[in-house]
């Protein structure tokens, strides 16, 4: 070993030998210069030896093939053939000058055929033995080789599980691993950022140990934070108490904003279910953001931009327990989610609390009486004096409908109009204008609609909704992935409700719903883009999506879902009726009955719905479609009549 200093001469390391004085040393390195010297010295003298002592020389010829094996072994197939044409030269001068010692009786022309013989074979078993010795040598040194890359991968690849371990726990996997393959790259596009804080946290801090605080606030991380991962959100960072989050980034979801607003939804309900000191309040702001790497040499992924500002200020005018989000981020979720537009104004007043009231009086007048102009301009008026421009407006407009001449009610209008930005409208904190700032009320419930779904329906089957042991949250979070919020919950219920009128017996009944609530499970698998997609897939594209099916089986395994049937149904809900439907092309009544239902209840709740591709569509128009299915041979007809009485019936 010799190391270097300063890029001068190698530094050599120091032996026992070394430290006995210089002659030790002088000896060792001679011996190892002339090794082939002494080898061949050895050699003759042993020859000379061997005939001087035994008389019968020619027998003993064949010990030289002893030293030649020797130096192949240790030396090579060069100086073993170096070592046995010094022999051959030492016997041959010998033979030449003591014939009698060879002779044996014969002529001498016999003697050197022998020893030519005996030459030739030592030289074929020096070169033999050699090449075998370097190949075996060359096999050992690979070998050898192989094993140090082998410790030394080894050693790169625990480093590199040391290094990912320590990201992981640091830094957000999906992040930790693009950045280490270099796939983050500085980009502005639309995202959705997300601020939370604990009220009464300071106070509490300073009530308690450092130990006890820490204890109780990576609790409360510990259950918020796999809300966070269900929903696809990026821990942008922890400020105390509070948290900084990216939906939209750096996996570009098409629907982080509903994500942001279910998982800040799904993180209130935890809260409410923990026992802790303190609430929760959330903000979400969508918006342009510069994303990526930020810092020189201690870097992290993080987004910069006016809609990070939105975000927090949201968060800081939140009312505890509550999720506050902007314009933008309600116009992407307003077909999903249920909110109200905050205003500026409290009705703390003791004059709101008469207003008020005297709203409910006209109010129920106007239910009474019907339309009246002069009714509908006091109910506006008093709208107008609460604050509340856009009902002012409303009110007004109808007024204006019946009364187009009345100047009293224009100039009434056309003032609740200016008025609009400075009543509905926030100011935030260090913004310079105003926004509209809207408060999450909840998910809507596709079930429920009466649009969709009959009344009295929805009430008879409600006690299913509420007792069932579905993993919903699982299911949630693969429905923000393209908006099918509700999805699930819809096509489980229907298709209890048609098992029921089918007089299955009520194991199969409950299966069935169950596995229409989770069959679509693995649409996680498919890309979101995909999903998302408005315009025609391509063939490829079709091909990706027919196999979510056995991606939901799949899933539904992991999660220790094991019933035959259950699968079975899953597995087979995109099958058709004529045939040549996902995965198997089953036919008719060879498709489980349970899919069979499952299909039809899907077909009906994706063409009820919002989709990228297509907005809600009439119930009445959904039933003739499926009625054009039954004709082409899509879905049985048993079940697509048994959908159209129970839908079209009022009871």
Not at 59 to 77: D, E, I, Q, T
């Amino acid at each position: 070993m010799k190391h270097m200093v300063n890029n001068e001469e190698p530094v050599k390391e120091f032996t026992e030998l070394d430290l006995l004085g210089g002659w030790p040393v002088r000896i060792r390195n001679f011996v190892i210069r002339q090794i082939e010297f002494l080898f061949v010295f050895i050699i003759a003298i042993l020859v000379v030896a061997l005939f001087y002592l035994f008389p019968f020389k020619f027998a003993f010829l064949n010990l030289f093939y002893l030293p030649v094996l020797v130096a192949a072994y240790f030396l090579g197939k060069r100086k073993a053939l170096l070592a046995g044409i010094h022999i051959i030269i030492l016997v041959s001068v010998t033979a030449f000058i003591r014939p009698e010692w060879f002779s044996m009786g014969g002529t001498a022309f016999s003697t050197m055929v022998m020893i030519s013989i005996w030459a030739g074979f030592l030289v074929i078993t020096s070169l033999g033995v050699g090449a075998l010795q370097e190949r075996l040598a060359k096999g050992f040194e690979e070998t050898r080789r192989l094993y140090e890359e082998l410790k030394r991968s080894r050693t790169v690849e625990e480093m590199k599980e040391k290094v990912e371990k320590a990201l992981y726990a640091t830094m957000d996997p999906v992040v930790a691993k693009l950045a280490t393959e270099e796939k983050l790259r500085f980009e502005k596009r639309e995202i959705s950022i997300m601020f939370t804080d604990l009220t009464d946290f300071t106070s509490y801090s300073e009530q308690h140990p450092a130990d006890v605080v820490l204890d109780e606030l990576n609790l409360f991380l510990g259950h918020m934070e796999p809300v966070i991962e269900l929903f696809h959100g990026h821990i942008d960072k922890y400020m105390g108490d509070g948290t900084m989050l990216e939906f939209g980034a750096p996996i570009d979801y098409d629907q982080h904003a509903l994500m942001a607003v279910v998982a800040g939804l799904k993180m209130q309900e935890k809260v409410k279910l923990l026992t802790l000191p303190w609430r929760l309040r959330i903000g979400v702001a969508t918006g342009n953001a510069i994303i990526g790497m930020l810092g020189s040499r201690r870097k992290a992924y993080s987004a910069i931009g006016d809609s990070v500002n939105i975000a927090k200020r949201l968060e800081e005018i939140c009312k505890p327990g509550k999720v506050f989000i902007n314009e933008a981020t309600y116009q992407a979720i307003k077909p999903f989610i249920t909110a109200t537009r905050l205003k500026n104004m409290g009705y703390s007043r003791e004059s709101d609390k008469r207003l008020l009231e005297k709203l409910q009086e006209l109010e129920d007048l106007l239910e009474k009486e019907g339309d009246n102009a002069e009714l509908l301009y006091q109910i506006g008026k008093i709208y107008y004096d609460l604050r509340d421009a856009s009902e002012a407006i409303n009110f007004f407009e109808r007024s204006l409908a019946l009364n187009p001449e009345s100047t009293e009610v224009r100039l009434a209008y056309a003032d609740a109009s200016l008025k609009k930005d400075e009543f509905e409208k926030i100011q935030l904190k260090g913004m310079l204008t105003k926004i509209i700032v809207y408060e999450v009320v909840g998910i809507k419930s596709r079930w429920y609609n009466p649009d969709i779904i009959p009344p009295y329906l929805s009430k008879k089957y409600k006690h299913l909704d509420d007792s069932h042991d579905i993993p919903v949250d699982l299911v949630l979070s693969a429905e923000t992935l393209d908006g099918s919020i509700g999805h699930g919950q819809l096509v489980a219920l229907l298709s209890y409700a048609i098992a029921e009128q089918m007089n299955l017996n009520e194991e199969l009944k409950k299966t069935i719903f169950k596995a229409g609530y989770l069959q679509d499970i693995g649409k996680q698998a498919i890309p979101h883009h995909i999903l998302n997609r408005s315009s025609s897939l391509s063939e490829q594209e079709v091909k990706i999506i027919e196999k979510y099916p056995l991606e939901s089986v799949a899933i539904l395994k992991r999660l220790g879902y094991v019933e035959p049937e259950l699968l079975e149904i899953v597995k087979h809900h995109r099958e058709l009726w004529r045939g040549n439907g996902q995965p198997d092309g089953l036919q008719g009544e060879a498709i489980p009955p349970g899919a069979r239902i499952t299909c039809v209840a899907e077909a009906y709740s994706g063409m009820t719905a919002w989709r990228p591709y297509h907005d809600p569509w009439d119930s009445r128009l959904v039933l003739s479609e499926l009625r054009k299915g039954v004709e082409k041979g899509l879905y049985d007809p048993n079940v697509v009549d048994i959908v159209t009485d129970i839908l079209k019936r009022t009871s």
